[in-house]
Nanobody, 119 residues
Framework: QVQLVESGGGLVQAGGSLRLSCAAS????????MGWYRQAPGKQRELVAV???????NYADSVQGRFTISRDNAKNWVYLQMSSLKPEDTAVYYC?????????????WGQGTQVTVSS
């Protein structure tokens, strides 16, 4: 099992910045990717950014150039630096870890942290 704990959400004005953090614990040795998803009211959960153990990073088109994902492998943390925030970035943000075990892919989720961007 993998446990994920997020922190850093809050209320910010449009154009502002926030930094989300996520600490992973448990069976972390087989994690091959960590990332962030978000879910706005009435919408499906969507990928924001993911960073793979080999280094590749993917961003959603809507956050490209504004958000930066990074990972501290030594401390088992993943971060999401969010800049130039827009009201449409308002959502609950979830930390995610992907783990491959015996050929099967498992997803793990944090409890979520609210990000609210006021106009």
């Amino acid at each position: 099992q993998v446990q994920l704990v997020e922190s850093g959400g809050g209320l910010v004005q449009a154009g502002g910045s926030l930094r989300l953090s996520c600490a992973a614990s448990g069976s972390i040795s087989s994690i091959n990717a960590m990332g962030w998803y978000r879910q706005a009211p009435g919408k499906q959960r969507e990928l924001v950014a993911v960073i793979f153990s080999g280094g590749p990073i993917n961003y959603a088109d809507s956050v490209q150039g504004r958000f930066t994902i990074s990972r501290d492998n030594a401390k088992n943390w993943v971060y999401l630096q969010m800049s130039s925030l827009k009201p449409e970035d308002t959502a609950v943000y979830y930390c995610n870890a992907r783990r491959v075990l015996s050929g099967s892919l498992y997803f793990y989720w944090g409890q979520g942290t609210q990000v609210t961007v006021s106009s």
